[in-house]
């Protein structure tokens, strides 16, 4: 599991060992020009990451592709490479929704959504609608669980937060474990 600095880090390298002729920005500290999909807490997983890098020339996607693969190690693929206009929104924002996938120690029949989720942000409390952010119904399949969260400009709802809110409300927090969490999956 990597951290979302990590993985940033990671895919920094992989592009500068790629060769690829990726652009710096201005300023008093110069950097790649980069941008990442919606972080991840530590202990979620992903399958499906997005990154933005800015090239100085255009190079074809195939060979993109082809230069961060060989440049990559087996267990953080590439799978795909596409121009978007200089005017696209960030990764971050072009993706705002996210489908989890969600195991658990047992199978379960139902789960109960709560209507709001009490979170503790910069050292205050506050109250999300759950309503604001769950996307369509949560789907028990056996011993797991997806759903799809959207994010706000104003914020979002963690998954991990979600789903424990979830077995308390049904109360289950006691007799079930999280086995893992993985976003499986990025739309707009």
Not at 2 to 14: C, P, V
Not at 46 to 55: I, Y
Not at 125 to 138: M, N, P, Q, T
Not at 147 to 155: I, Q, V, Y
Request: hydrophobic residues 45%; charged residues 20%; contains cysteine.
């Amino acid at each position: 599991m990597l951290s979302h600095l990590e993985l940033a880090r990671a895919l920094e390298r992989i592009v500068r060992r790629a060769g690829l002729p990726y652009a710096i920005s201005q300023g008093f500290s110069p950097h790649m020009r980069i941008a990442f999909g919606a972080a991840l807490p530590v202990g979620v997983g992903g399958t499906s990451e997005v990154f933005d890098v800015q090239l100085t020339r255009y190079i074809a996607p195939v060979r993109v592709l082809e230069a961060l693969q060989a440049a990559t190690v087996d267990d953080l693929p590439m799978r795909s490479c596409t121009y978007i206009e200089n005017s696209a929104p960030a990764a971050s924002v072009a993706f705002p929704k996210g489908t989890y996938r969600v195991e658990l120690s047992c199978p379960i029949k139902a789960l109960n959504v709560p209507s709001e989720i009490a979170v503790i942000r910069k050292k205050k409390e506050k109250i999300l609608s759950v309503a604001d952010y769950l996307v369509g119904d949560v789907v028990i399949e056996g011993t797991s669980c997806t759903f799809e969260l959207k994010s706000h400009s104003t914020g979002s709802l963690r998954a991990d937060v979600f789903i424990k809110a979830c077995l308390k409300e049904t109360h289950l927090d006691g007799d079930v474990r999280i086995i893992s969490i993985t976003r499986i999956a990025q739309a707009e």
